[in-house]
C-alpha cells in the first residue's frame, strides 16, 4: 500500500509534480521515480491515472535537514 496523500496543497501555491517533472528535477529515469513513490520514499499522489507528488513533500524530501 502506498502512503497516499489528500488531494489538497499543503501550502498556496503548493502544486503536483507528475512523473516527468519529478524525473527533471531529480534527475533520474522514471523506473526510479515510480519505485520511491511505490515504495513511499516520495508520497504518493494519484490523480486521473497520472502519479505524482506535492512540490513540498518533494523539497522536504530531497533537502538536506539544517540541524
Not at 491515472?49 to 523539497?59: K, Y
Amino acid at each position: 500500500m502506498t502512503n497516499q496523500r489528500p488531494a489538497k496543497p499543503a501550502y498556496e501555491g503548493d502544486h503536483i509534480l507528475w512523473v516527468p517533472d519529478i524525473q527533471e528535477r531529480a534527475n533520474c529515469s522514471a523506473q526510479v521515480v515510480y519505485k520511491w513513490l511505490s515504495e513511499g520514499t516520495l508520497p504518493s499522489v494519484k490523480l486521473g491515472g497520472r502519479r505524482g507528488c506535492w512540490e513540498s513533500d518533494f523539497l522536504e524530501t530531497t533537502q538536506p535537514k539544517s540541524a
